[in-house]
């Protein structure tokens, strides 16, 4: 009987625990033993590993965050953090790694796949920013939740002739930023990817007051040279130029939470199938991902030597439409 594991690794994405139901009941199908390892490498190395079946994953297709749980680990960062990871693999029997996470994550699959293991990821990040894949589980639902809150703003924002500063998720990739920029009719988008001046913005700002706009919303991402915070600082002796009155939001992790929407969970399922697909079929050292609404493989250093690009059309399309 084959036995795999399963983890989940770096910041929770809403519909993860949607991809470890698909691995154990795919695994299972198949007569296989389904293990799973809690909070991510640190379990792997202290060896929290536990078998799984149908009923414990039963119910939580619907729940955000992950109930294998996550951590960091400095440790598996080191040749020898990953030896004893292998070593517990090895001692349990284990054949081969689900291995459910980001860039980081995909990094330390890499990491034990370069060690002969058998390792399968799963693309998972509410950054978008994986290579492989061109959607990641849990960035549906997280844009879905930025959207809602800007709505919510834009409301009070015109009752009160205000202009809202929002910071979303998005430490190097500005993805989230600019579809809920584009989304909810922003005037601006600040994306780590392209430098902005905050001038033009409080020009901008000025300008759309005089036109007579009740609100003006502008869309952040954290990781953006001029974050929420930096503007705010920086518009603190442009006030009475704006017009609108200023305030500021910042998402922060918010965004993680909640119940996966029916995308991330339809996307989570058919990538935690295509996972153990992959293994039953011998393939190992790979990323499943969807790139262009099909379940593909990616070689894992391919993902670990290439970084997802943002399509700049996107960004001179909310310029227009702002």
Wanted: one cysteine or more.
């Amino acid at each position: 009987m084959k036995k795999i594991a399963v983890l989940t690794s770096g910041g929770d994405a809403p519909g993860m625990n949607a991809a470890i139901r698909a691995v154990v009941r795919t695994g299972v199908s198949y007569g296989w033993e389904v293990y799973g390892v809690s909070l991510g490498y640190e379990g792997l190395i202290n060896g929290k590993i536990n078998l799984m079946g149908t009923r414990e994953v039963g119910g939580i297709i619907q729940r955000g965050g992950t109930i294998l749980g996550s951590a960091r680990s400095e440790e598996f960062k080191t040749g020898a953090g990953q030896r004893k990871a292998l070593r517990t693999l090895n001692q349990l029997g284990i054949e081969s790694l689900v291995v459910i996470g980001g860039n980081g994550s995909q990094m330390g699959a890499y990491a034990l796949s370069q060690k002969g293991f058998p390792v399968v990821g799963i693309a998972s990040t509410i950054d978008n920013d994986l290579y492989g894949s061109d959607i990641t589980i849990g960035v549906d639902t997280a844009l879905n939740i930025a959207l809602e809150a800007i709505d919510r703003l834009k409301i009070t924002a015109s009752s009160h002739q205000r202009a809202f500063l929002v910071e979303v998720m998005g430490r190097d990739c500005g993805y989230l930023a600019l579809m809920a920029g584009i989304a909810g009719g922003a005037e601006f988008v600040v994306i780590p990817e392209v430098d902005i001046d905050p001038e033009e913005i409080a020009k901008g700002l000025a300008m759309a007051y005089d036109r007579g706009k009740q609100h003006a919303i502008v869309v952040v991402a954290e990781g953006a040279r001029y974050n929420a915070a930096k503007l705010d600082e920086y518009f603190l002796t442009h006030r009475d130029r704006l017009g609108f009155d200023l305030r500021m939001t910042i998402l922060g992790h918010v965004q993680r939470g909640g119940s996966p929407g029916a995308f991330d969970r339809i996307l989570a399922s058919r990538l935690g199938y295509g996972a153990v697909e992959a293994l039953h079929r011998g393939e190992s050292g790979v990323l499943v991902g969807q790139i262009r609404n099909e379940v593909k493989t990616t070689p894992l250093d391919v993902v670990a030597n290439n970084k997802k690009s943002l399509d700049m059309k996107l960004l001179e399309l909310a310029r227009v439409l702002d």
